[in-house]
């Protein structure tokens, strides 16, 4: 869990399984608030299980993609969510090397751009908070989806209640501030297909025969 408080931040997270966790459910004992938090467990596909490589992450920046690799050496773990976020802080710096203040339309429109790159063979469900835009993507169906309660959105990979949750736009990078949205991006139409992909590689085990 990572707690955001204006530049501030809590991080909590612990490399077990969210089911054995003893911390994980001696915390949500009590009530959970935050200005903005992203809360995350880690389906464990690539990297070791530690701590390195529980989700959430934090970078602060200055102010499997070919775009990605040269990240794997500096992150401190081995998923590729970690390389995703320091490519896109790596961006966001070398665009303040240009102009010394980003507003928000340019931190969005430099986003929408990495996302527009990053997506055209990988699965990109993302939550990223940049301090005052909560940035929200997916390009896999039916795999986010988000809830306006109150004055506040919620962004869950399932419904979580019985109240009207709605599919996250697919290929198309959104923002939001103080819960309502502001900014939406590009629709790059690179949706992902697992099924797809497990017929290709079943294709080329029979081709293998």
Same mark, same amino acid.
């Given at each position: 869990?990572?707690?955001?408080?204006?530049?501030?931040?809590?991080?909590?997270?612990?490399?077990?399984?969210?089911?054995?966790?003893?911390?994980?459910?001696?915390?949500?004992?009590?009530?959970?608030?935050?200005?903005?938090?992203?809360?995350?467990?880690?389906?464990?596909?690539?990297?070791?299980?530690?701590?390195?490589?529980?989700?959430?992450?934090?970078?602060?920046?200055?102010?499997?993609?070919?775009?990605?690799?040269?990240?794997?050496?500096?992150?401190?773990?081995?998923?590729?969510?970690?390389?995703?976020?320091?490519?896109?802080?790596?961006?966001?710096?070398?665009?303040?090397?240009?102009?010394?203040?980003?507003?928000? @339309?340019?931190?969005?429109?430099?986003?929408? %751009?990495?996302?527009?790159?990053? &997506?055209? /063979?990988?699965?990109?469900? *993302?939550? =990223?908070?940049?301090?005052?835009?909560?940035?929200?993507?997916?390009?896999?169906?039916?795999?986010?989806?988000?809830?306006?309660?109150?004055?506040?959105?919620?962004?869950?990979?399932?419904?979580?209640?019985?109240?009207?949750?709605?599919?996250?736009?697919?290929?198309?990078?959104?923002?939001?501030?103080?819960?309502? @949205?502001?900014?939406?991006?590009?629709?790059? %139409?690179?949706?992902?297909?697992? &099924?797809? /992909?497990?017929?290709?590689? *079943?294709? =080329?085990?029979?081709?293998?025969?």
């Amino acid at each position: 869990m990572a707690f955001f408080y204006g530049n501030a931040v809590s991080l909590e997270k612990q490399p077990e399984a969210s089911h054995k966790s003893i911390y994980l459910k001696q915390r949500l004992q009590s009530k959970v608030e935050a200005d903005n938090m992203i809360a995350h467990i880690w389906l464990a596909i690539r990297g070791n299980i530690n701590y390195e490589n529980s989700h959430p992450f934090v970078i602060r920046d200055n102010c499997d993609c070919d775009l990605l690799n040269s990240f794997v050496h500096i992150q401190q773990g081995q998923t590729d969510s970690e390389r995703i976020l320091s490519y896109i802080v790596s961006c966001m710096n070398e665009a303040s090397k240009i102009k010394n203040e980003l507003s928000s @339309q340019d931190r969005f429109e430099l986003i929408d %751009k990495v996302i527009c790159e990053i &997506t055209l /063979e990988n699965k990109v469900n *993302l939550l =990223l908070y940049d301090g005052e835009l909560m940035y929200v993507h997916t390009n896999y169906k039916n795999s986010l989806y988000r809830c306006q309660k109150g004055e506040a959105v919620v962004i869950s990979t399932t419904p979580l209640d019985h109240d009207i949750w709605e599919n996250v736009p697919m290929n198309t990078l959104t923002a939001y501030r103080d819960g309502k @949205q502001v900014f939406i991006g590009t629709n790059h %139409k690179n949706e992902f297909f697992e &099924t797809e /992909e497990k017929m290709r590689l *079943l294709f =080329l085990d029979f081709a293998s025969l």
